[in-house]
């Protein structure tokens, strides 16, 4: 069994809603003491290429990585790709597909804003936008702050851009089992994103847990920015009951608005297995 890394398998770069490139990232990752890294951008794999050549240059072992906004129940769920062959044509498919209504949604969006006085919010989103294929909330979000609708991107998600308030604008993402299959069938292991940021009934989430493993489903982020210090003790318990690998990652978007930098939360438990040890072959060395 490899021992407990200090592996960040959780960030975003200007390929999504991240501000700095996968260069500056994996210069930030190793300044950190990151051992192994993996960037996960939202439905785009476009990043990947160079992530892993930041890593080789900074002597960092690398995993493949994205993020795939996922509608189960309802609600929007994340799933992390880890160690997939990033020239695969399914999933390049896949996730074309989950990108394909963004930029729809984005005009509703900036319509829904309008209505409450917000003006040209598509125009100012898209000048935050790195990749024309990926607009998303976030770009939304820089906006608000920069026009000084609101001071910091958190109250834009509690007062815009989310269920019941202005621009909020309902959509539906991939399949639970299309995501996982996508990822699995390029030889990667499918990883439920940040669990407690869901809010689901227990009912529900014994639902996405089931329904995840049926699908073939193998991990779960334990130790994420998005999970309190007792949510850390609560999913590592649920990773045994479900026998999930456990997962790290910081969800780190921007020096100016993440609060979890690369590399700095606790370590896994020591009791679980960790994502890691299931992509022994897909790790690519620091060296
Ligand atoms: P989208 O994929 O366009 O729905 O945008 C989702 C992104 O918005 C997430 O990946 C986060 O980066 C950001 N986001 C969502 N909720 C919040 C929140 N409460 N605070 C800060 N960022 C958020
Ligand atoms: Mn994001
Ligand atoms: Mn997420
Ligand atoms: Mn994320």
Known sequence: MTPILNADLHCHSVVSDGT?????????AKANGVELWALTDHDEIGGQRRAAAAARVQGMAYLTGVEISVTFADTTVHIVG????????????????TR??????A????EQLAQVGIKDAYEGALKFVGNPALISRTHFARFLVETGVCKETSEVFRKYLTEGKPGYVPHRWATLGNAVRWITEAGGIAVIAHPARYKFSANEEFALFSEFKAHG??????????????????????AKEFELAASRGSDFHSPDESHTDLGTLPLLPGALTPVWDLLADRIRPAH
């Open 20 to 28: 700095l490139s996968p260069e500056e990232l994996a210069a930030r």
């Open 82 to 97: 880890l160690g997939f062959d990033p020239d695969n044509t399914q999933l390049a498919e896949g996730l074309a597909a």
């Open 107 to 110: 005009k509703d969006m900036a």
């Open 217 to 238: 489903g193998r991990g779960v982020e334990v130790v994420t920015g998005s999970h309190s210090p007792a949510e850390y003790v609560t999913y590592a318990a649920m």
């Open 100 to 105: 394909g209504g963004r930029g729809e949604r």
